[in-house]
């Protein structure tokens, strides 16, 4: 049993039946009255994000998350099936837990699956992936205004604002946490 003194950015617990994970948190001692902390969390099963005051020192069950390497196999309905790499078990997630980063997903790749015993809590893609430019309007000649965007539609349907100087077939690096374009890549 942990207290809210102790925790930290990352850090998993179970308030009211949820599972919360802590976004940020700021230990708060006013001049009057007693110390509280202020804590924005994020609901592992639902992905909201709620900011809730506790008061300090209170009791919270830390729960540990499991992290395990899964492999993205294929789509099954309305599910996206994941085979675990070491027991070659199969997960099936829905595609609302995976929200806007189910167009990344590409087969074989490799994604973290988090786990609290047997409950698929949520999906973690790598940082960053590399992607093929399917298809984008040609760049105008001339055009060197700095920071221009253009969309680009990349192997597995995602849009992506990238500049002006990609082409159809170039494979371009896109942060999955923010979807930008980080950069060209030689190959």
Request: glycine letters at 6%; hydrophobic letters at 40%.
């Amino acid at each position: 049993m942990a207290t809210t003194n102790d925790i930290y950015n990352g850090m998993c617990f179970e308030y009211d039946g949820n599972i919360l994970e802590v976004v940020e948190f700021l230990h708060v001692k006013p001049g009057k009255g007693p110390a509280f902390v202020r804590i924005k969390t994020r609901n592992l099963r639902t992905g909201a994000v709620v900011e809730n005051t506790y008061r300090a020192g209170e009791k919270i069950e830390a729960i540990r998350i499991d992290k395990r390497n899964m492999e993205y196999l294929y789509m099954d309905g309305e599910d996206y099936v994941f085979m675990d790499t070491e027991s070659y078990e199969q997960y099936h997630v829905p595609a609302a837990m995976l929200g806007d980063r189910v167009k990344l997903l590409k087969p074989n790749s490799s994604v973290m699956i988090l786990l609290n015993k047997l409950e698929i809590m949520g999906v973690e893609l790598p940082q960053f992936m590399e992607f093929t430019v399917t298809f984008t309007e040609p760049g105008e000649k001339g055009n060197t205004v700095q920071n221009s965007l253009k969309r680009a539609e990349v192997e597995t349907g995602a849009v992506i604002m990238v500049p002006l100087f990609i082409e159809n077939g170039s494979v371009i690096k896109i942060d999955t946490r923010t979807l930008r374009y980080i950069e060209r890549v030689s190959k």
